[in-house]
Antibody, heavy 121, light 110 residues
Framework: EVQLVESGGGLVQPGRSLRLSCEAS????????MHWVRQSPGTGLEWVSSISWNSGSKTYADFVKGRFTISRDNTKNSLYLQMNSLRAEDTALYYC??????????????WGQGTLVTVSS | QPVLTQPPSASGTPGQRVTISCSGSSSNIGRNTVNWYQQFPGTAPKLLIY???QRPSEVPDRFSGSMSGTSASLAISGLQSEDEADYYC???????????FGGGTKLTVL
């Protein structure tokens, strides 16, 4: 059974940093692209960043470019999102998600339960 | 503003067939396949349809997808009360080099 478990969320002041983690199990992690997708309270889904199976391709939404960095450690079956210079508008539930195959453009087929990030003074 | 356009709401009575539309552009739906997700309140999205019209094995065949040009549709036949949820379309966007989502459609079963 595919499991994606996010952690690292919490309350943080504007301008500060936070690092999200996602621990994967139930599949061969190194074979699949991974993603971060966020959802603000009461709103829709918003793609944040994707990373290919071998970290050879990393892509970001414009609103996080230069502030967020996606990475993965295939030896630890883990995905990360380093979030710097956080803004109030980054407040959201952050989902870790898996692609159907190794490229980021393949369908997202599994989602974690999310970790909540609240940016407020 | 979401890149893909969906109606904010849809409704139907039990047993009816409802469709939800998703409109995009040449850089996303016009070039890449569409996926649909179902989300219940307080839970993570679940893949409902992938590659325009393919269903994961656990998804009932009451759910179907189609695509034409730069638009896609999700159809739900034999509507049931447990289908009441939010539905999102998604596609890879070649210009943005990332995933784009619709704003979501809240389906109400009357």
């Amino acid at each position: 059974e595919v499991q994606l478990v996010e952690s690292g969320g919490g309350l943080v002041q504007p301008g500060r940093s936070l690092r999200l983690s996602c621990e994967a199990s139930g599949f061969t992690f190194e074979d699949y692209a991974m993603h971060w997708v966020r959802q603000s309270p009461g709103t829709g889904l918003e793609w944040v960043s994707s990373i290919s199976w071998n970290s050879g391709s990393k892509t970001y939404a414009d609103f996080v470019k230069g502030r967020f960095t996606i990475s993965r450690d295939n030896t630890k079956n883990s995905l990360y999102l380093q979030m710097n210079s956080l803004r109030a508008e980054d407040t959201a539930l952050y989902y870790c998600a898996k692609s159907f195959l190794g490229g980021s453009y393949y369908a997202i087929d599994y989602w974690g339960q999310g970790t909540l990030v609240t940016v407020s003074s | 503003q979401p890149v893909l356009t969906q109606p904010p709401s849809a409704s139907g009575t039990p047993g009816q067939r409802v469709t939800i539309s998703c409109s995009g552009s040449s850089s996303n739906i016009g070039r890449n396949t569409v996926n649909w997700y179902q989300q219940f309140p307080g839970t993570a999205p679940k893949l409902l349809i992938y590659t325009n019209n393919q269903r994961p094995s656990e998804v009932p065949d009451r759910f179907s997808g189609s695509m034409s040009g730069t638009s896609a549709s999700l159809a739900i036949s034999g509507l049931q009360s447990e289908d009441e949820a939010d539905y999102y379309c998604a596609a890879w966007d070649d210009s943005l080099n990332g995933w784009v989502f619709g704003g979501g459609t809240k389906l109400t079963v009357l």
